[in-house]
């Protein structure tokens, strides 16, 4: 997804591009996992059964395997075909030349974990010794911790800032779009090369509450061009990239079922903390959310909590389903939030070039792209 210099009304359309699809899609991204059972999300979104699809993908694989020996046959006899296929024209509607050759190099996400590790650890080991031979001391790096915001006065705080260029590496939340204004608002900043990371912390304009918008300043969108379209992707959207172990999202979405049927406190917004690295089986879960809820575990008996575990499990690869398309989606809503901010240096009169770059390896990396911006010359 890395672009070039290319221009501001390229950008836009690329963006809307993008929200045409998110605009049927986000319902799946914003979809809580706390209430897959409570809501039934799996049949909510589910257009047709899983048997229904596997019937199609068999019913291909065998017009895959008929329609050659068909063509060969129409080849050597004068003969027009007769597709015999409950009025469907499949062989009709087969073509054959839409196969593309298949790079034999495996795709990253293929690989296994510990090939992946392999990998990291060689990458890493490869360039350490590298770089060796190419450490210097020159006194440069003088670490300083202080609170920055876009007014902050940079030179109150090092007092020979000059033409320097702002690095952000894996800023969280609503730190990424304020270094982007900082350096619109600051003439001593000449570039800026932005990595974010923590969408899920991200603040939004466009949401009912404006939860951590600071001032009316908000993390997303920051752009014009989106601002004017209202453009809003939510929290749980934001959080798909990043989603817990999957018997943790299965325990705590039970957990909801048990706090719907015999506590009046069943809101998704309730959180249980880190109660499930801290518990032994999903009885002790739940007792320890219970009591982390100000709740009465002794309502229950360590049976009554097991019948609930031993109900949904046979449903829990619904749940892993499903979260599986929600990860599959998640780069299409990072790649709303980055096209925005690129959008944003676009906007500005004083910034000479913009692009997304492609940093880091996103297996060692998985937030790696960048916005970089460079300003006007003033020579």
């Given at each position: 997804m890395a672009f070039n210099d290319i221009p501001?009304?390229?950008?836009?359309?690329?963006?809307?591009?993008?929200?045409?699809?998110?605009?049927?899609?986000?319902?799946?991204?914003?979809?809580?996992?706390v209430d897959f059972y409570t809501r039934d999300v799996w049949s909510t979104f589910?257009?047709?059964?899983?048997?229904?699809?596997?019937?199609?993908?068999?019913?291909?694989?065998?017009?895959?395997?008929?329609?050659q020996p068909a063509k060969n046959n129409a080849a050597e006899c004068p003969l027009d075909p007769n597709d015999s296929d409950s009025g469907s024209s499949f062989l009709s509607m087969l073509s054959l030349?839409?196969?593309?050759?298949?790079?034999?190099?495996?795709?990253?996400?293929?690989?296994s974990l510990e090939e992946r590790e392999k990998r990291k650890r060689e990458n890493l080991e490869r360039k350490a010794g590298e770089g060796r031979g190419n450490i210097r001391d020159d006194g440069l790096f003088s670490p300083l911790t202080s609170y920055v915001t876009a007014e902050t006065e940079l030179k109150t705080l090092i007092t020979e800032l000059e033409d320097a260029v702002l690095v952000g590496l894996h800023t969280c939340g609503?730190?990424?779009?304020?270094?982007?204004?900082?350096?619109?608002?600051?003439?001593?900043?000449?570039?800026?090369?932005?990595?974010?990371?923590?969408?899920h912390l991200l603040s939004e304009e466009f949401d009912q509450d404006?939860?951590?918008?600071?001032?009316?300043?908000?993390?997303?969108?920051?752009?014009?061009?989106?601002?004017?379209?209202?453009?809003?992707?939510g929290r749980n959207a934001r959080m798909s990239a990043c989603l817990l172990p999957m018997e943790?999202?299965?325990?705590?979405?039970?957990?909801?079922?048990?706090?719907?049927?015999?506590?009046?406190?069943?809101?998704?917004?309730?959180?249980?903390?880190?109660?499930?690295?801290?518990?032994?089986?999903?009885?002790?879960?739940?007792?320890?959310?219970?009591?982390?809820?100000?709740?009465?575990?002794?309502?229950?008996?360590?049976?009554?909590?097991?019948s609930y575990?031993?109900?949904?499990?046979?449903?829990?690869?619904?749940?892993?389903?499903?979260?599986?398309?929600?990860?599959?989606?998640?780069?299409?809503?990072?790649?709303?939030?980055?096209?925005?901010?690129l959008c944003y240096l676009k906007e500005q009169d004083n910034v000479s070039h913009s692009a997304l770059v492609q940093l880091f390896d996103p297996l060692q990396s998985p937030r790696c792209y960048a916005v970089v911006g460079?300003?006007?010359s003033t020579v």
């Amino acid at each position: 997804m890395a672009f070039n210099d290319i221009p501001v009304d390229t950008l836009k359309r690329k963006i809307d591009e993008l929200k045409r699809f998110l605009s049927i899609s986000l319902s799946i991204s914003n979809a809580h996992t706390v209430d897959f059972y409570t809501r039934d999300v799996w049949s909510t979104f589910m257009c047709v059964s899983p048997d229904d699809v596997l019937c199609a993908i068999s019913s291909t694989h065998d017009r895959m395997r008929t329609s050659q020996p068909a063509k060969n046959n129409a080849a050597e006899c004068p003969l027009d075909p007769n597709d015999s296929d409950s009025g469907s024209s499949f062989l009709s509607m087969l073509s054959l030349d839409v196969i593309e050759d298949v790079s034999p190099r495996v795709h990253p996400s293929q690989l296994s974990l510990e090939e992946r590790e392999k990998r990291k650890r060689e990458n890493l080991e490869r360039k350490a010794g590298e770089g060796r031979g190419n450490i210097r001391d020159d006194g440069l790096f003088s670490p300083l911790t202080s609170y920055v915001t876009a007014e902050t006065e940079l030179k109150t705080l090092i007092t020979e800032l000059e033409d320097a260029v702002l690095v952000g590496l894996h800023t969280c939340g609503d730190l990424a779009p304020s270094t982007l204004r900082m350096f619109r608002a600051k003439q001593e900043l000449r570039a800026v090369c932005s990595v974010g990371c923590c969408y899920h912390l991200l603040s939004e304009e466009f949401d009912q509450d404006r939860q951590g918008c600071v001032d009316g300043v908000c993390g997303f969108p920051v752009s014009q061009y989106l601002k004017a379209q209202a453009c809003f992707c939510g929290r749980n959207a934001r959080m798909s990239a990043c989603l817990l172990p999957m018997e943790s999202l299965f325990y705590r979405a039970v957990l909801h079922v048990i706090l719907r049927d015999h506590y009046d406190c069943f809101k998704s917004e309730k959180r249980v903390g880190n109660v499930y690295s801290k518990a032994s089986s999903f009885v002790d879960y739940v007792r320890r959310a219970l009591r982390k809820l100000d709740l009465d575990d002794t309502k229950l008996s360590d049976g009554d909590i097991q019948s609930y575990h031993e109900h949904y499990s046979p449903r829990m690869n619904e749940m892993v389903a499903f979260n599986m398309l929600k990860v599959i989606l998640a780069p299409c809503i990072e790649g709303l939030i980055l096209l925005d901010r690129l959008c944003y240096l676009k906007e500005q009169d004083n910034v000479s070039h913009s692009a997304l770059v492609q940093l880091f390896d996103p297996l060692q990396s998985p937030r790696c792209y960048a916005v970089v911006g460079i300003k006007e010359s003033t020579v």
